[in-house]
């Protein structure tokens, strides 16, 4: 939609990064409001989705000038985790504000400037199944997967009777935490391990969530 040539001085609009994911995978929703007047009173319509984990990202807002006109832009991200295949619809939502008024009487007792009113357009994603031909593993809808391995002492170096730290890292990007599986090790011969709790987390990135289980 944007701002540029509707007339308007407030503008709300949604958008997804993508209208077709596989269940459990990643869809970054974009809640964006414009405006070129000052306002106050914000309210916005809860982000309310069956059957879909929702994590909130990092909120951005900047300025840009269009046709000599200067805009607001707030952002608001969601990085959103379909549960159920099939047909999603992600429902209009509702931003409300007044128009600030410039400086009241302390004698006002409120009512403010105009009421403003926008809706976004309601958004359709067709969420994917499991492929039949998916092999006997976890399930991992990652849109990028790493697996890195660190010594506190070379392999090469190691000694009998000597102990060493092995860490193993797994980083599924457009993946929660705790979507990504356990590390599994074959015994060896002659050789002892002894397992740490695994750590996991996850952190925000340009392409939404990261999943990291060390």
Do not use: C
């Not at 996850?202 to 990261?210: A, I, K, N, T």
């Amino acid at each position: 939609v944007g701002p540029a040539g509707d007339g308007q001085s407030v503008v709300f609009e949604a958008e997804v990064d993508q209208s077709e994911v596989y269940v459990q995978g990643q869809v970054i929703l974009t809640l964006r409001l414009h405006h070129a007047v000052s306002l106050e009173e914000y309210d916005t319509s809860p982000l309310k989705l069956d059957n879909v984990f929702v994590k909130p990202l990092e909120m951005h807002s900047f300025q840009q000038v269009i046709d000599g006109r200067l805009w607001r832009v707030q952002e608001a991200r969601y990085a959103i985790f379909p549960e159920k295949s099939g047909t999603l619809e992600i429902p209009a939502q509702v931003f409300s504000a007044r128009i600030a008024s410039g400086r009241r009487s302390f004698f006002d007792l409120g009512g403010g400037g105009q009421l403003v009113r926008r809706n976004t357009q309601a958004i359709t994603l067709n969420v994917l199944p499991k492929p039949a031909t998916y092999p006997t593993a976890d399930w991992l809808p990652a849109q990028n997967l790493t697996l890195t391995e660190t010594w506190s002492t070379p392999p090469e170096q190691l000694r009998v009777g000597e102990s060493a730290t092995r860490t193993v890292r797994i980083v599924g990007t457009g993946l929660q935490g705790a979507q990504l599986p356990p590390i599994l090790f074959t015994p060896i011969e002659g050789l002892k391990y002894y397992p740490d709790q695994p750590a996991i987390s996850e952190q925000e990135v340009d392409s939404g969530l990261e999943g990291i289980r060390e």
